[in-house]
Protein backbone atom coordinates (compact mmCIF):
# COMPACT_ATOMS: atom_id res chain seq x y z
CA UNK A 1 0.00 0.00 0.00
CA UNK A 2 1.82 3.76 -0.88
CA UNK A 3 0.28 6.36 1.70
CA UNK A 4 0.77 9.63 1.37
CA UNK A 5 1.61 12.15 4.92
CA UNK A 6 -0.04 15.87 3.90
CA UNK A 7 0.29 18.51 6.60
CA UNK A 8 -2.61 20.96 6.18
CA UNK A 9 -2.41 24.43 8.44
CA UNK A 10 -5.07 27.02 9.27
CA UNK A 11 -5.85 30.29 8.55
CA UNK A 12 -2.43 32.13 8.79
CA UNK A 13 -3.29 35.34 10.95
CA UNK A 14 -0.89 38.29 9.75
CA UNK A 15 3.04 38.75 9.95
CA UNK A 16 3.49 36.89 12.83
CA UNK A 17 1.58 33.96 11.81
CA UNK A 18 3.18 33.86 7.97
CA UNK A 19 6.93 33.73 9.98
CA UNK A 20 6.14 31.39 11.76
CA UNK A 21 5.02 28.99 9.26
CA UNK A 22 7.85 30.03 6.80
CA UNK A 23 9.73 29.39 9.33
CA UNK A 24 8.56 26.05 10.69
CA UNK A 25 7.68 24.71 7.43
CA UNK A 26 11.24 22.97 6.76
CA UNK A 27 11.59 21.55 10.34
CA UNK A 28 7.72 20.23 10.64
CA UNK A 29 8.36 18.41 6.90
CA UNK A 30 11.47 16.24 8.15
CA UNK A 31 10.10 15.89 11.88
CA UNK A 32 7.11 14.64 10.24
CA UNK A 33 8.33 13.17 7.29
CA UNK A 34 5.38 14.80 5.26
CA UNK A 35 5.09 14.72 1.24
CA UNK A 36 3.03 17.38 0.53
CA UNK A 37 2.10 20.92 2.49
CA UNK A 38 -1.48 22.75 2.65
CA UNK A 39 -1.94 26.36 4.42
CA UNK A 40 -4.65 28.70 4.37
CA UNK A 41 -3.46 31.98 3.45
CA UNK A 42 -6.16 34.42 3.16
CA UNK A 43 -5.48 36.22 6.70
CA UNK A 44 -1.67 36.62 6.15
CA UNK A 45 -1.40 39.73 4.83
CA UNK A 46 -2.04 42.10 8.22
CA UNK A 47 -5.09 39.74 8.79
CA UNK A 48 -6.81 40.56 5.53
CA UNK A 49 -6.17 38.54 2.15
CA UNK A 50 -2.92 37.72 0.72
CA UNK A 51 -1.03 39.50 -1.66
CA UNK A 52 1.94 37.89 -4.43
CA UNK A 53 4.86 38.32 -2.33
CA UNK A 54 3.43 36.29 0.90
CA UNK A 55 2.16 33.70 -1.48
CA UNK A 56 5.45 33.55 -3.07
CA UNK A 57 7.15 33.11 0.09
CA UNK A 58 4.67 30.43 1.53
CA UNK A 59 5.39 28.47 -1.61
CA UNK A 60 8.91 28.56 -1.56
CA UNK A 61 8.75 27.79 2.36
CA UNK A 62 7.67 24.03 1.21
CA UNK A 63 3.85 25.17 1.15
CA UNK A 64 2.27 22.98 -1.85
CA UNK A 65 -0.97 24.75 -2.39
CA UNK A 66 -2.02 27.98 -0.96
CA UNK A 67 -5.90 28.23 -0.05
CA UNK A 68 -7.97 30.97 0.83
CA UNK A 69 -11.49 32.17 1.88
CA UNK A 70 -13.81 34.98 1.88
CA UNK A 71 -11.03 37.76 2.47
CA UNK A 72 -9.45 36.39 -0.98
CA UNK A 73 -9.92 39.83 -2.35
CA UNK A 74 -8.92 42.67 0.05
CA UNK A 75 -5.35 42.90 -1.73
CA UNK A 76 -6.53 44.18 -5.25
CA UNK A 77 -2.90 43.27 -6.65
CA UNK A 78 -3.54 39.54 -6.03
CA UNK A 79 -6.79 39.98 -8.55
CA UNK A 80 -3.84 39.92 -11.21
CA UNK A 81 -2.17 37.55 -9.56
CA UNK A 82 -4.50 34.42 -9.85
CA UNK A 83 -4.26 33.47 -13.09
CA UNK A 84 -0.26 33.36 -12.97
CA UNK A 85 -0.23 30.61 -10.51
CA UNK A 86 -2.42 27.86 -10.08
CA UNK A 87 -1.25 26.11 -6.62
CA UNK A 88 -3.07 29.26 -5.06
CA UNK A 89 -6.84 28.70 -4.59
CA UNK A 90 -10.05 30.92 -4.44
CA UNK A 91 -13.26 29.09 -3.23
CA UNK A 92 -14.37 26.98 -6.19
CA UNK A 93 -18.12 28.27 -6.18
CA UNK A 94 -17.56 31.86 -7.47
CA UNK A 95 -18.85 32.16 -10.61
CA UNK A 96 -16.89 30.73 -14.21
CA UNK A 97 -15.20 33.67 -15.16
CA UNK A 98 -13.71 34.59 -11.54
CA UNK A 99 -9.85 34.83 -11.86
CA UNK A 100 -7.94 31.52 -10.28
CA UNK A 101 -8.99 28.00 -10.02
CA UNK A 102 -11.18 26.51 -7.17
CA UNK A 103 -9.19 23.24 -7.18
CA UNK A 104 -5.51 21.92 -8.79
CA UNK A 105 -3.79 18.76 -9.09
CA UNK A 106 -0.25 18.20 -8.18
CA UNK A 107 2.04 16.00 -9.36
CA UNK A 108 4.00 14.87 -6.64
CA UNK A 109 6.68 11.45 -6.08
CA UNK A 110 3.92 9.63 -5.11
CA UNK A 111 1.57 10.33 -7.22
CA UNK A 112 -1.13 12.64 -8.15
CA UNK A 113 -2.65 14.98 -5.52
CA UNK A 114 -6.07 17.39 -5.51
CA UNK A 115 -6.73 20.22 -3.99
CA UNK A 116 -9.68 22.07 -3.77
CA UNK A 117 -11.95 25.09 -1.45
CA UNK A 118 -15.21 26.04 -1.29
CA UNK A 119 -16.68 28.42 1.02
CA UNK A 120 -20.21 28.22 2.93
CA UNK A 121 -23.06 30.88 2.50
CA UNK A 122 -24.31 30.84 6.35
CA UNK A 123 -23.49 34.05 7.86
CA UNK A 124 -20.70 35.00 5.36
CA UNK A 125 -20.30 37.29 2.51
CA UNK A 126 -20.08 37.19 -0.29
CA UNK A 127 -23.24 34.47 -0.83
CA UNK A 128 -21.65 32.46 -3.50
CA UNK A 129 -23.16 28.70 -5.61
CA UNK A 130 -24.41 26.51 -4.07
CA UNK A 131 -21.29 24.92 -2.52
CA UNK A 132 -22.44 21.47 -2.20
CA UNK A 133 -23.62 21.10 -5.42
CA UNK A 134 -20.33 22.78 -6.97
CA UNK A 135 -18.18 20.82 -4.31
CA UNK A 136 -19.92 17.00 -5.05
CA UNK A 137 -19.44 17.93 -8.87
CA UNK A 138 -15.85 18.44 -8.66
CA UNK A 139 -14.82 15.40 -6.50
CA UNK A 140 -16.85 13.50 -8.83
CA UNK A 141 -14.75 14.82 -11.60
CA UNK A 142 -11.55 14.15 -10.00
CA UNK A 143 -12.16 10.77 -8.58
CA UNK A 144 -13.35 9.98 -12.25
CA UNK A 145 -10.24 11.34 -13.56
CA UNK A 146 -8.57 8.74 -11.58
CA UNK A 147 -7.08 10.62 -8.89
CA UNK A 148 -7.04 8.86 -5.49
CA UNK A 149 -6.07 11.89 -2.73
CA UNK A 150 -8.45 14.63 -2.79
CA UNK A 151 -8.33 17.28 0.03
CA UNK A 152 -10.95 19.73 0.58
CA UNK A 153 -10.99 22.83 2.76
CA UNK A 154 -14.25 24.47 3.37
CA UNK A 155 -14.02 27.64 4.73
CA UNK A 156 -17.54 28.47 6.50
CA UNK A 157 -18.59 29.89 9.11
CA UNK A 158 -21.33 27.18 11.04
CA UNK A 159 -20.10 24.07 12.66
CA UNK A 160 -23.53 22.01 10.64
CA UNK A 161 -22.73 23.50 7.50
CA UNK A 162 -19.44 21.98 7.57
CA UNK A 163 -20.20 18.45 9.26
CA UNK A 164 -22.63 18.32 6.43
CA UNK A 165 -20.34 19.12 3.57
CA UNK A 166 -18.03 16.08 5.45
CA UNK A 167 -20.90 14.03 5.65
CA UNK A 168 -22.31 14.38 1.64
CA UNK A 169 -18.46 14.12 0.61
CA UNK A 170 -17.25 10.83 2.94
CA UNK A 171 -16.14 8.52 0.40
CA UNK A 172 -15.83 10.93 -2.83
CA UNK A 173 -12.79 12.68 -0.86
CA UNK A 174 -9.76 11.94 1.19
CA UNK A 175 -10.23 14.85 3.79
CA UNK A 176 -12.32 17.43 4.78
CA UNK A 177 -11.09 20.36 6.79
CA UNK A 178 -12.81 23.71 7.97
CA UNK A 179 -11.31 26.85 8.27
CA UNK A 180 -12.60 30.65 8.58
CA UNK A 181 -13.46 30.46 12.54
CA UNK A 182 -9.93 30.43 14.14
CA UNK A 183 -10.37 27.72 16.49
CA UNK A 184 -9.51 24.64 16.45
CA UNK A 185 -11.91 22.20 17.08
CA UNK A 186 -11.96 17.89 19.02
CA UNK A 187 -13.82 16.58 16.56
CA UNK A 188 -10.74 15.37 14.29
CA UNK A 189 -12.49 11.63 12.93
CA UNK A 190 -12.66 9.47 9.91
CA UNK A 191 -16.27 8.81 8.86
CA UNK A 192 -17.18 5.56 7.81
CA UNK A 193 -16.67 5.82 3.92
CA UNK A 194 -13.36 6.57 4.66
CA UNK A 195 -13.21 10.47 4.54
CA UNK A 196 -11.23 12.20 7.20
CA UNK A 197 -12.60 15.35 9.13
CA UNK A 198 -12.09 18.53 11.32
CA UNK A 199 -14.99 21.06 11.94
CA UNK A 200 -11.81 23.61 12.08
CA UNK A 201 -8.63 23.41 11.17
CA UNK A 202 -7.54 26.29 13.83
CA UNK A 203 -5.25 29.47 13.36
CA UNK A 204 -1.66 29.99 12.86
CA UNK A 205 -1.43 33.43 14.62
CA UNK A 206 -0.85 34.63 17.72
CA UNK A 207 -1.49 33.07 21.43
CA UNK A 208 -2.84 35.42 23.57
CA UNK A 209 -5.21 37.15 21.15
CA UNK A 210 -9.12 36.90 20.04
CA UNK A 211 -8.80 35.16 17.05
CA UNK A 212 -5.40 36.58 15.97
CA UNK A 213 -6.41 40.11 16.90
CA UNK A 214 -5.44 42.67 19.76
CA UNK A 215 -7.46 41.25 22.75
CA UNK A 216 -8.12 45.21 24.34
CA UNK A 217 -9.17 46.48 21.15
CA UNK A 218 -11.93 43.31 20.33
CA UNK A 219 -13.18 43.98 24.13
CA UNK A 220 -14.03 47.37 23.55
CA UNK A 221 -15.77 46.86 20.56
CA UNK A 222 -17.92 44.55 22.34
CA UNK A 223 -18.44 46.17 25.08
CA UNK A 224 -18.98 49.95 23.25
CA UNK A 225 -20.57 48.90 20.27
CA UNK A 226 -18.62 51.36 18.14
CA UNK A 227 -16.28 50.59 15.26
CA UNK A 228 -12.48 50.48 16.27
CA UNK A 229 -9.52 49.23 14.49
CA UNK A 230 -8.56 45.05 15.24
CA UNK A 231 -4.22 44.97 14.70
CA UNK A 232 -2.79 42.16 14.87
CA UNK A 233 -1.93 41.12 18.41
CA UNK A 234 1.80 40.23 19.26
CA UNK A 235 3.19 37.52 21.43
CA UNK A 236 3.77 33.93 21.12
CA UNK A 237 2.20 31.83 18.16
CA UNK A 238 0.40 28.99 17.74
CA UNK A 239 0.61 26.92 14.39
CA UNK A 240 -2.72 24.66 14.63
CA UNK A 241 -3.99 22.18 11.14
CA UNK A 242 -3.86 18.33 10.24
CA UNK A 243 -1.17 15.64 9.92
CA UNK A 244 -3.54 13.03 7.11
CA UNK A 245 -1.83 9.20 5.80
CA UNK A 246 -3.86 9.06 2.79
CA UNK A 247 -3.95 5.54 0.71
CA UNK A 248 -2.82 7.19 -3.21
CA UNK A 249 -4.78 4.26 -4.54
CA UNK A 250 -8.20 4.19 -3.10
CA UNK A 251 -8.31 7.69 -1.67
CA UNK A 252 -9.21 6.80 1.88
CA UNK A 253 -8.07 8.55 4.84
CA UNK A 254 -6.09 6.13 6.83
CA UNK A 255 -5.10 8.47 9.61
CA UNK A 256 -5.70 11.83 10.50
CA UNK A 257 -4.21 13.64 13.95
CA UNK A 258 -4.83 17.69 15.03
CA UNK A 259 -1.52 19.56 15.61
CA UNK A 260 -1.32 22.53 17.74
CA UNK A 261 2.30 24.12 18.35
CA UNK A 262 3.10 26.72 20.75
CA UNK A 263 6.33 28.19 19.36
CA UNK A 264 8.44 29.84 21.48
CA UNK A 265 8.70 33.71 21.41
CA UNK A 266 11.35 35.45 19.48
CA UNK A 267 13.59 37.38 21.18
Aim: charged letters at 25%; one cysteine or more.
Amino acid sequence: MSTIRILFLGDIVGEPGRKAVIEQLPILKQAEALDFIIVNGENSAGGKGITPKIAIDLLRAGAAVITTGDHVWDQPEIVDYFPTEPRLLRPINYPADTPGNGSVVLETAKGRVAVMQAQGRSFIQPPLENPYIVAEQEAERLRADGIGPIIMDFHAETTSEKIAMGRMLDGKVSVVLGTHTHVQTADDTIFPGGTGYLTDAGMCGPEESVLGRNIESVVWRFKSGMPTRFPIAKGPVRLCGAIMDVDMETGKCLALKRLSMLLAERE
